[in-house]
């Protein structure tokens, strides 16, 4: 699959099969790390999005801030900002990244039991070892 496909999954061609087209295997299908040594450095943006269910009255006790232990969401917010810059200790080859902006946002839908989780995390300098793409 191409970066092309990503952006349009109606594609009809078939996804690789074989190592050679997964970064962080060699020709044997052992795991290496990407050498980035030759990369330049680069500034880039990601985008995640995710929502968490739950009951609409604890929805609204969350969005009036009346929950007996105190903010949820500003502690979510914390939580968030920290697991990010913690991002290559969580995720296994991950190049060490200088994190220069984290923004969460929540959009709270009490109707339907939802929050909305964006994050949008940028880097300014540093090398990386992924290739960009955008999901379907």
């Known amino acids: ?7 349009h999954p109606e594609s009809e061609q078939e996804e690789p099969t074989t190592v050679q087209h997964l970064t962080h295997l060699d020709e044997h299908g052992h795991i290496h790390m990407v050498d980035v040594t030759e990369r330049p450095e680069t500034t880039r943006e990601a985008i995640a999005r995710g929502r968490i ?3 609409p009255e604890t929805v609204r006790l969350i969005a009036t801030n ?3 232990k105190g903010s949820v969401l500003e502690v979510a917010k ?3 900002i920290m697991a990010a ?3 290559p200790q969580i995720i296994p080859l991950c190049h060490p990244l200088p994190m220069t902006h984290i923004d969460i946002q929540f959009t709270l839908d009490s109707r339907e039991g939802l929050i909305h989780i964006e994050d949008v995390a940028q880097k300014s300098g540093g090398k990386s070892g992924t290739v960009s793409f955008q999901p379907p």
Do not use: C, H
Request: glycine share 6%.
């Open 66 to 68: 009346q929950i007996t």
């Open 78 to 80: 914390i939580a968030g």
């Open 85 to 87: 810059k913690q991002t």
């Open 1 to 7: 699959m191409t970066t092309e496909d990503f952006n």
């Open 53 to 55: 269910r739950m009951a």
